[in-house]
């Protein structure tokens, strides 16, 4: 049974019985009083809090549909095909580099439709949009590191679509194993290396 008609059959339940402790005081019965249909309702109410609170996911007790991606995972070769107007795209026109970039902004640019790209995404490169859009940052950072811009840690951030230092510095460190400081660091160690070579 779906979460969805468990929570269905749960509040259809609760109701039933708080109806029929009321029905009951109506009709006298001696068992029964209004505060029997006031104590059903506060403990089917606890009961619905306290599963709600106790699930992490509760987004798919209000979905009666089907699950988030039914169809098939995309095929390799159309994959393929997709990704290269994907990246063209990124890349050509530097979309990674708005902050505020979205799922759905990146659909129209690409005329892929958001489920497609999510999809896409998740089942064939194992990573969400965040992580896709971030790598495409990360890329360009490293080559404006390397370079001879005279750019700050910071600035190299915001310059490539990070709203935040903190969320760039952290960010690179996921993507990369080391910071932007470390990083740079290596780069020039690098080209003394390089110079002293030459």
Known sequence: MKASEIWLL???GSTALIFAFFQLALWRASFSLYLNGSLAFSFCLYMVVFTLLYRKKTSDL???G???YPNKKVSDQEANTL?????KIMTEKELYKNPDLKLNELSK????????LSQLLN??????FTTYVNEFRINEACKI???????????VGYEVGFNSKSTFFATFKKLTGTTPANHQQK???DNIAYSTDL
């Not at 089942?123 to 969400?128: R, S």
């Open 10 to 12: 749960t509040v259809f």
């Open 62 to 64: 209000f979905i009666l």
């Open 66 to 68: 089907q699950s988030k």
């Open 83 to 87: 990704f290269a107007r994907l990246e």
């Open 109 to 116: 640019e690409t005329n892929i439709s958001s489920h497609q």
């Open 123 to 128: 089942d064939n490169l194992g990573k969400n």
């Open 145 to 155: 590191m390397a370079s001879s811009n005279r750019l700050t840690l910071e600035s």
């Open 187 to 189: 780069i020039q160690i």
